[in-house]
């Protein structure tokens, strides 16, 4: 039988690997680097059998006006802009890239790290400014990771992959997750710890729980005071987990040291004041953005796609 397939995104690589999808199904490719707005997604997607979306929110609204849809794919790990359940009610599949992001994400959350205690945006700032540039060691003085203690909220596949990336840098590992982890912690020498004493006891933090309801603004304004004022966060996961203003006042304050930002609380904004600090590194949710990755997310994500309409025969 002959599917429609939407997919609301340019993609790298899809040129080459559509013929993943039997020739016969007809597909139509947003030609669009963005994605596609509601009003869009409901014009194109009104009579498909499957669509492959990237961040659009699939609403119980939206799903009310597909009428024919049989199987979603996201283009992400991340699965908090579906909603699950209006889709299983409808007997829709959906389908995410649960393995191909992981090494990926972690080495962003690795690289925010480094950058924040080496102090390196701040430092090439400071290069740029002036020729010949002026600098001293009281200007950019950073700190070693080695035996310092970094604190994993949210120990799964991500997690656990920055711990491993965080040893070879000879950090001390502490997690906090919602079960624990007694493999991972023997294989990477970690131990598990409160959220509360975590967060009092890392040198730095970095968030790799998934987003949606349970864990929104699991960091806020009273987690933030527990931290050491020299520690350090990094948010790999989703913005909601983050009371954003509350990090920004605290960092504008100086009340802890430092933070790098991949996700945003309201995406693609940032709050005010946010741009404006020195002691935050802020990258537009590139966590995947590696040729390596894209690729095969690709790659997976039309497999998924074509396994969920054809297993349903
Ligand atoms: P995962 O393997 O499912 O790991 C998530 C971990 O968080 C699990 O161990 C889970 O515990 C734990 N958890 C869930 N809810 C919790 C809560 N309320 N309190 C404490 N722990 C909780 O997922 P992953 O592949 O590591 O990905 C994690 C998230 O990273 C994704 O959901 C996505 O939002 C984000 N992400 C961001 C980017 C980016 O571009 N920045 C890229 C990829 C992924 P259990 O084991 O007990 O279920």
Same mark, same amino acid.
């Not at 929110?57 to 024919?68: A, C, D, F, N, S």
């Not at 949210?154 to 711990?163: D, M």
């Not at 203003?245 to 940032?270: H, N, S």
């Given at each position: 039988?002959?599917?429609?397939?939407?997919?609301?995104?340019?993609?790298?690589?899809?040129?080459?690997?559509?013929?993943?999808?039997?020739?016969?199904?007809?597909?139509?490719?947003?030609?669009?680097?963005?994605?596609?707005?509601?009003?869009?997604?409901?014009?194109?997607?009104?009579?498909?059998?499957?669509?492959?979306?990237?961040?659009?929110?699939?609403?119980?609204?939206?799903?009310?006006?597909?009428?024919?849809?049989?199987?979603?794919?996201?283009?992400?790990?991340?699965?908090?802009?579906?909603?699950?359940?209006? !889709?299983?009610?409808?007997?829709?599949?959906?389908?995410?890239?649960?393995?191909?992001?992981?090494?990926?994400?972690?080495?962003?959350?690795?690289?925010?790290? *480094?950058?924040?205690?080496?102090?390196?945006?701040?430092?090439?700032?400071?290069?740029?400014?002036?020729?010949?540039?002026?600098?001293?060691?009281?200007?950019?003085?950073?700190?070693?990771?080695?035996?310092?203690?970094?604190?994993?909220?949210?120990?799964?596949?991500?997690?656990?992959?920055?711990?491993?990336?965080?040893? !070879?840098?000879?950090?001390?590992?502490?997690?906090?997750?919602?079960?624990?982890?007694?493999? !991972?912690?023997?294989?990477?020498?970690?131990?598990?710890?409160?959220?509360?004493?975590?967060? %009092?006891?890392?040198?730095?933090?970095?968030?790799?729980?998934?987003? $949606?309801?349970?864990?929104?603004? *699991?960091?806020?304004?009273?987690?933030?005071?527990?931290?050491?004022?020299?520690?350090?966060?990094? %948010?790999?996961?989703?913005?909601?987990?983050?009371?954003?203003?509350?990090?920004?006042?605290?960092?504008?304050?100086?009340?802890?040291?430092?933070? $790098?930002?991949?996700?945003?609380?309201?995406?693609?904004?940032?709050?005010?004041?946010?741009?404006?600090?020195?002691?935050?590194?802020?990258?537009?949710?590139?966590?995947?953005?590696?040729?390596?990755?894209?690729?095969?997310?690709?790659?997976? !994500?039309?497999?998924?796609?074509?396994?969920?309409?054809?297993?349903?025969?």
């Amino acid at each position: 039988m002959s599917e429609s397939i939407v997919i609301t995104r340019q993609l790298p690589g899809l040129q080459d690997m559509i013929e993943i999808l039997p020739e016969n199904w007809k597909v139509w490719i947003s030609p669009h680097e963005r994605n596609l707005r509601k009003e869009e997604l409901i014009e194109k997607a009104h009579d498909a059998t499957g669509i492959l979306v990237f961040g659009e929110r699939i609403t119980e609204e939206v799903l009310e006006q597909l009428p024919k849809l049989k199987a979603i794919t996201t283009y992400s790990v991340g699965l908090d802009h579906i909603d699950l359940e209006a !889709a299983a009610r409808r007997n829709i599949t959906v389908a995410n890239l649960p393995d191909e992001v992981t090494y990926t994400t972690a080495e962003l959350g690795m690289t925010l790290i *480094l950058a924040c205690t080496r102090r390196l945006l701040e430092a090439d700032r400071i290069v740029r400014k002036s020729n010949p540039y002026f600098s001293n060691s009281s200007l950019i003085c950073g700190n070693n990771l080695q035996g310092k203690t970094l604190g994993v909220v949210g120990f799964g596949r991500i997690g656990q992959r920055v711990a491993k990336m965080a040893k !070879a840098f000879e950090m001390n590992i502490i997690y906090y997750n919602r079960s624990k982890k007694p493999d !991972a912690e023997k294989e990477l020498n970690a131990e598990y710890r409160e959220l509360d004493q975590l967060l %009092n006891e890392a040198d730095v933090v970095i968030l790799c729980v998934p987003g $949606g309801e349970e864990t929104k603004h *699991l960091i806020g304004s009273r987690e933030i005071s527990l931290l050491k004022p020299t520690a350090i966060i990094v %948010n790999i996961a989703r913005g909601t987990v983050v009371d954003e203003q509350a990090l920004t006042e605290a960092l504008k304050e100086g009340r802890i040291k430092a933070a $790098g930002l991949d996700v945003y609380e309201r995406e693609p904004r940032t709050t005010p004041g946010l741009v404006e600090l020195d002691n935050v590194i802020l990258t537009p949710h590139i966590g995947t953005t590696t040729l390596e990755a894209q690729l095969q997310m690709t790659a997976r !994500a039309l497999e998924k796609l074509r396994d969920s309409l054809l297993n349903r025969k």
